[in-house]
Nanobody
Framework: QVQMVESGGGSAQAGGSLKLSCKYTSRQECMGWFRQAPGKEREGVASIYGGFFAMYADSVRGRFTISLDNFENTLYLQMNNLTIEDTAMYFC?????????????????WGQGTQVAVSS
């Protein structure tokens, strides 16, 4: 059974940084970060395959970095230059496959989420 636990969320000012962590017991080939703002659908933020091949949503490319530490069984999301639009609940998830899309429907194991709130 895959278990995933996110941490690192909190409050930040616009322009600031946060680093999210996702500790997992086991994983599949794809790992991803997703977010859901109030009243909006869950959306993909970043994904990574094999620890090296990363994909980003247009809205975060150049500001967020996804990374994977297989030794520590931890997935990270470094978030820089935060904006108010980044405010959301952030989830990590894992999926099988060699292509790691940013579609939430492709992922079958999820963490409970960590809240990120960005203020001006």
């Amino acid at each position: 059974q895959v278990q995933m636990v996110e941490s690192g969320g909190g409050s930040a000012q616009a322009g600031g940084s946060l680093k999210l962590s996702c500790k997992y017991t086991s994983r599949q080939e794809c790992m991803g970060w997703f977010r859901q703002a109030p009243g909006k659908e869950r959306e993909g933020v970043a994904s990574i395959y094999g620890g090296f091949f990363a994909m980003y949503a247009d809205s975060v490319r150049g500001r967020f970095t996804i990374s994977l530490d297989n030794f520590e069984n931890t997935l990270y999301l470094q978030m820089n230059n935060l904006t108010i639009e980044d405010t959301a609940m952030y989830f990590c998830a894992t999926a099988p496959g060699k292509v790691c899309p940013l579609r939430p429907s492709e992922y079958n194991y999820w963490g409970q989420g960590t809240q990120v709130a960005v203020s001006s």
